[in-house]
């Protein structure tokens, strides 16, 4: 279950920066204390890092002092933990994965005047940063400028020796998809920990942003199936079904169907 009803407020009339989005999701997931501590972090990570800027051209020395003086990360050793993921862990840590650095990484971009975007590339998210008139491509997890080798070889482990990198790869993302792959891979992080529960309100999260998307209620109908929740599990494989019918998993989500408890369950 959510721990906060703050996420209602993400169709509202006024558009919320990408930051404010990523501690929406720790107060939803682990309530409000923790968002305060993450907005305590992040008010000192600015302020030293105006401390290392003083005196610089932010554009050209924004990373070198966030990476190299200032210790931000990425995490190898633990890259699955879901401290890696909720913005609150990530701050308190100055360690994370890409998408989660990278969120970061935008936001003290823009915090410092210097242009950014995210990209949601395959497999490994990407930062453009501009720098006077040209756009450089960052990876978030350290800090680097990469070239177009670089990201074709990005490409290739990510989706084989066969992919061509095209300008679509490198778009830039809409803030809701880059809170949605965080969402994701904070979901992802929730199951291989066996928190079912999380997992679930990171599925009522997402389904806040699509509402009617047939994979997120798939998605959350395998959740509910894990908690013994029968009922609500096949409501949501019958949805998936009724939309997508010609998805050759329906069949699959049939036959779960039949073999589910539908005995009410109360869920905490």
């Known amino acids: 279950m959510l721990e906060s009803n703050i996420s209602a407020r993400w169709h509202g009339e006024e558009p919320l920066d990408l930051m404010t989005l990523a501690l929406d999701v720790v107060e939803s997931l682990v309530g ?21 800027l003083e005196g610089m051209v932010a554009p050209l020395h924004l990373l070198p002092c966030l990476y190299d003086g200032l210790g931000l ?10 401290d890696n993921c909720l913005m609150s862990r990530v701050l308190a840590r100055r360690q994370g994965i890409p998408v989660s650095l990278g969120i970061l990484l935008i936001h003290l971009c823009r915090r410092f005047g210097v242009e ?20 450089a491509i960052v990876d978030p997890f350290t800090g680097q400028p ?3 080798n670089d990201i074709e070889r990005l490409l290739r482990g990510a989706q084989g020796n066969l992919a061509r990198l095209t300008p679509q790869h490198l778009k830039g993302a809409e803030d809701s998809d880059i809170l949605a792959r965080l969402l994701n891979v904070t979901k992802a992080a929730f199951i291989n920990e066996r928190q079912f529960g999380k997992a679930l309100a990171c599925s009522e999260l997402l389904l806040r942003l699509k509402p009617d998307c047939p ?19 096949a409501d949501d ?10 998805d050759p998993i329906a069949d699959v989500l049939k036959a779960q169907i ?11």
């Open 146 to 148: 990469l070239s177009r």
């Open 215 to 233: 994979f997120e209620r798939r998605d959350r109908g395998f959740l509910y199936e894990q908690l013994d929740c029968g009922r609500l599990a």
């Open 237 to 246: 494989f019958e949805f998936f079904i009724q939309h997508r019918p010609d």
């Open 258 to 268: 039949a073999g589910l408890d539908m005995s009410p369950k109360i869920l905490h």
């Open 32 to 52: 409000l204390e923790a968002r305060d501590q993450a907005e305590r972090e992040l008010f000192a990570l600015e302020r030293a890092l105006a401390e290392e």
């Open 116 to 135: 950014a975007e995210g990209i949601n590339f395959p497999g490994h998210f990407l930062v453009r940063i501009w720098s006077e008139e040209e756009g």
């Open 73 to 82: 990360a990425g995490d190898s050793d633990t890259f699955f933990s879901i």
